[in-house]
């Protein structure tokens, strides 16, 4: 694969030219507390140095709406942050653009996170987390979490079947390292259903990453598995259990038929550049795919909460089991959740 230009030179050469389309360029992401540390070290930098204008907007995954866009050809978002296995699938239908490598440079990314649509921007995770000080003592593990005796009230999981049903079978008992070879058969998808059946009364679903944080914070969930970044930026005393842990990386991406692909291009090597990241790094527990700082000893002994310092404690969200059953499995969940 090409490694891109540097990026003083990129930046150099869009300083000549204005955005051909008249508006800003468009980054879109999840929000939260990230988002607002990108937004200072990220986005409002490339705009400083370059003169190009750069608003964000946030989302919640919705790629109906990012596939209406490109169908209708009025694209109006341009760099787009995107879960792994929706990034591989729009990538296939041909709502995102090729990366460009000759602008983004390939060798600064940890192995496995550069992809023909998009780069590695941070993994994240969630994990089972409460409120310590209305709880001294919570569910330690996936069991626990289930066990409404010795630990009565509500909790919270995501709306969906990523990670819901991963969380179910391990508190069923199945080992992390055999979830998908349990999942990849009709008896194990039943086994996880059935083992929500025994919860649904106390479960609370959330949609936002927001959500989590909001239910535990209110006293409406007692327990709630929800985005580790969050949990550990609240800085409210909650008690986080790392054994818990599911992660994932999510992409950067740009779609197909932005009129400022070019700029998008180079935004997205400037907020992977070395530079930046360090600087988010100092405000947001940030777990980047830029190799060079994801493995600094100095800044993950600073920074506790990178995702890398505890990835042999979690279970890697498989990416390709997703891409092949994710929709199948998200039918059955909507139809289970309406029962």
Same mark, same amino acid.
């Given at each position: 694969m090409r490694t891109g230009k540097p990026v003083t030179v990129v930046l150099a050469v869009l300083l000549l030219c204005a955005p =051909?389309?008249?508006?800003?360029?468009?980054?879109?992401?999840?929000? &939260? &507390?990230?988002?607002?540390?990108?937004?200072?070290?990220?986005?409002?930098?490339?705009a400083e140095k370059t003169g190009i204008g750069v608003s964000?907007?946030?989302?919640?995954?919705?790629?109906?709406?990012l596939y209406g866009m490109v169908e209708a050809g009025n694209v109006t978002y341009d760099i787009v942050m995107l879960e792994a296995p929706e990034m591989v699938r729009a990538c296939d239908d041909g709502v995102l653009a090729p990366i460009d490598y000759v602008?983004?440079? *390939? &060798?600064?990314?940890?192995? +496995?996170?550069?992809?023909?649509?998009?780069? &590695?921007?941070?993994s994240w995770g969630v994990a089972l987390f409460y409120d310590a000080s209305r709880h001294a003592e919570g569910p330690q593990n996936f069991a626990d979490f289930w066990d409404v005796t010795r630990f009565?009230?509500?909790? *919270?999981?995501?709306?969906?079947?990523?990670?819901?049903?991963?969380?179910?079978?391990? =508190?069923?008992?199945?080992?992390?390292?055999a979830v998908y070879e349990v999942l990849h058969t009709p008896e194990g998808v039943q086994r996880a259903f059935s083992k929500l059946d025994e919860i649904r009364s106390h479960i609370v679903w959330w949609t936002t990453g927001a959500q989590p944080m909001q239910?535990? +914070?209110s006293g409406e969930v007692?327990? *709630?598995?929800?985005?580790?970044?969050?949990?550990?930026?609240?800085?409210?005393?909650?008690?986080?259990?790392? /054994?818990?842990?599911?992660? /994932?990386?999510?992409?950067?991406?740009?779609?197909?038929g932005s009129p400022l692909q070019d700029e998008a291009m180079a935004m997205i090597e400037w907020m992977t550049s070395s530079e930046q990241l360090r600087a988010q790094a100092q405000d947001w527990p940030i777990s980047p795919a830029n190799?060079?700082?994801?493995?600094?000893?100095?800044?993950?002994?600073?920074?506790?909460?990178?995702?890398?310092n505890h990835s042999d404690e979690?279970?890697?969200?498989?990416?390709?089991?997703?891409?092949?059953?994710?929709?199948?499995?998200?039918?059955?969940?909507t139809a289970w959740a309406a029962r």
């Open positions: =051909a389309s008249g508006r800003d360029l468009t980054v879109v992401g999840f929000g &939260g &507390g990230y988002q607002e540390s990108a937004r200072t070290h990220l986005f409002e930098t490339f964000d907007d946030t989302y919640s995954g919705e790629m109906a709406k602008v983004v440079d *390939a &060798g600064k990314f940890v192995e +496995g996170s550069t992809h023909r649509c998009g780069v &590695g921007a941070t009565p009230g509500k909790r *919270a999981l995501r709306a969906g079947p990523k990670m819901t049903l991963e969380i179910a079978l391990m =508190a069923d008992g199945v080992p992390a390292d239910l535990v +914070g007692d327990y *709630a598995f929800g985005y580790t970044n969050r949990v550990l930026a609240a800085d409210a005393g909650y008690a986080l259990h790392w /054994s818990t842990l599911l992660y /994932s990386l999510d992409y950067w991406t740009v779609l197909a190799e060079a700082v994801i493995h600094d000893p100095a800044l993950r002994a600073a920074n506790p909460g990178m995702i890398l979690g279970l890697w969200i498989d990416t390709e089991f997703w891409m092949a059953n994710g929709d199948d499995l998200e039918m059955r969940f």
